[in-house]
């Protein structure tokens, strides 16, 4: 990983491969090490830009509030520092937050992109509400929250035969410091609907979703690209896509990947 510094704030960041531009973006709790399995697959055709968000992994916090525009706009910078000007972005639930707010803000340099467990919906009341009362409890008792939140993002019938992959989730979201996750809770709650971007723009998109994903509704979320040209595919597992059905999604971002 590399470092960047953006506004006095340490960003870490990886860059390898050729080719067009794909920026991979991690969720809430996670850092850029949740796409080092596919890191080979991608970079043998592809130029892959990882970035730990701000508060997340080895990047350091901007303030007590981290935006998904304060997001877009460091992922940006360092974009810019790499002499990128479109890129195709693949974010993980917060990171297709962020991957929007880039879209919406920079829609010149978006080639494309993919909502992997991820949605354009803003919170409604109860979320926001649930997330002020983790806000509350993470003051207190944060690493126990942290480990049932991950143990949940997986669909219960994986929580056994995942217990390994469950372990290291837990391990690296507890390396998120605790004004890190407010500041992306905070943020989070900040964040506009951005449906519009689904039907106003002409770039080829990709919402993955899983069925039993305890996060994000299934039957809700699909609802967001009726009348649209979005591709849909579905998982029969949680939040976890990427590890829950790694395989089978490695093939459909190839696919995906080819389109733009």
């Not at 080895?58 to 992922?75: F, I, N, P, R």
């Amino acid at each position: 990983m590399n470092n960047f510094l953006y506004k006095n704030t340490k960003v870490s960041y990886s860059d390898s491969g050729k080719g067009s531009a794909i920026v991979l973006l991690h969720g809430f709790l996670e850092n850029a090490t949740m796409w080092d399995s596919y890191m080979v697959s991608f970079t043998e055709k592809y130029r892959v830009v990882t970035i730990d968000l701000l508060g997340h992994g080895k990047s350091d916090c901007l303030g007590y509030v981290h935006t998904m525009e304060d997001q877009a706009q460091m992922v940006n910078a360092v974009l810019q520092h790499l002499k990128i000007r479109k890129s195709i972005f693949v974010g993980h639930s917060m990171g297709g937050y962020v991957a929007l707010a880039f879209a919406e803000l920079y829609s010149e340099n978006t080639k494309g992109f993919v909502l992997l467990n991820s949605t354009t919906y803003t919170d409604d009341h109860e979320r926001k509400i649930n997330r002020n009362r983790a806000i509350k409890m993470a003051h207190k008792e944060y690493a126990s929250l942290v480990q049932i939140s991950i143990a949940n993002l997986f669909s219960i019938d994986n929580r056994e035969s995942f217990i390994s992959e469950i372990n290291q989730v837990k391990k690296e979201a507890l390396k998120t410091p605790l004004q890190g996750y407010i500041a992306a809770q905070e943020g989070m709650k900040l964040r506009k609907n951005k449906e519009h971007l689904l039907h106003l723009t002409s770039y080829p998109k990709l919402l993955i979703l899983g069925k039993k994903d305890g996060v994000l509704n299934y039957e809700d979320n699909i609802k967001q690209i009726e009348g649209t040209n979005v591709q849909l595919v579905s998982f029969p597992d949680g939040h976890m896509s990427h590890i829950e059905n790694r395989d089978e999604l490695k093939l459909v971002l190839l696919g995906f990947l080819e389109l733009c």
